[in-house]
């Protein structure tokens, strides 16, 4: 049993309760509190399938992803792969330099950080890191969240309300207020659920990160990625609901 520290450069610091398990090859690290339901099993898609377990298949994001149900809970499995050209070459192997820099490690360490905190992301189940040599291949397991939809896809069957818009803005002005840094926040990483709260997901390769800079960086990337879904007349200037979105950012 470990117990990890996590500061933001605040005087007071989250004390959490990990468990992590090493078989020849592969490490394994857990919260604690789900130990009596985690198996080293649940990181194979074929185990899954074989169980009945698997509830869906290629899901958001550009790695392989599995929504299944284990034990009267839902969860998503999801294997880190390579994007854009790199993937031709090397679809899913990370070079090692220690497991607490591998990527599946410090993704989990930091959706735990956000969910003590209660910022609304995806819990963290466990991950999985498979070393070979200098390389290795890593994979998550976060909890389900149901009844969700993309704000692209929200965009592209609807337009939003302003009020939800300025709750898309408060909700990435907490991640920002808590220092933390998402590396490709844009409108696939953020859903909304049935009773229009917002989330963001998939924060491979975020960090705790200190200072103002990155924070403008961070909604501008959104701003580009909205651009690609809002009607081509939207992109020269602001639309209406990118502004109802930066008050909601400003006035949380």
Not at 55 to 76: E, I, K, P
Not at 79 to 96: E, I, S, T
Not at 99 to 111: D, S, V
Request: contains cysteine; hydrophobic residues 35%.
């Amino acid at each position: 049993m470990l117990s990890a520290y996590f500061n933001c450069g605040e005087p007071s610091r989250l004390l959490i309760n990990v468990c992590e398990r090493h078989e020849g090859a592969d490490y394994f690290i857990f919260d604690e509190n789900h130990q009596e339901t985690f198996t080293p099993s649940l990181f194979s898609p074929a185990f899954l399938s074989e169980h009945n377990c698997l509830v869906s298949t290629n899901m958001q994001g550009r790695g392989s992803a599995w929504a299944f149900h284990w034990q009267d809970q839902n969860y998503v499995l999801r294997h880190y792969r390579r994007g854009g050209l790199p993937a031709k070459v090397n679809k899913d192997q990370y070079l090692w330099s220690g497991l607490q820099n591998t990527r599946a490690w410090r993704e989990w360490h930091l959706l735990a950080t956000a969910s003590a905190w209660q910022l609304p992301c995806p819990q963290p189940f466990a991950a999985h890191v498979r070393r070979s040599g200098l390389m290795y291949q890593a994979d998550l397991i976060t909890l389900h969240l149901p009844g969700t939809q993309t704000l692209a896809e929200r965009l592209i069957a609807d337009s939003l309300p302003r009020p939800l818009w300025h709750k898309v803005g408060a909700t990435i002005r907490r991640f920002h207020d808590h220092q933390i840094f998402h590396a490709d926040l844009n409108a696939n990483n953020i859903l909304i659920d049935e009773a229009d709260r917002v989330f963001l997901i998939d924060f491979d390769r975020g960090t705790l990160r200190k200072g103002r800079y990155w924070k403008q960086q961070n909604l501008s990337r959104l701003h580009r990625s909205l651009q690609k879904v809002w009607p081509a007349s939207s992109r020269k200037n602001p639309p209406p609901p990118w502004t109802a979105l930066l008050e909601g950012y400003a006035h949380t």
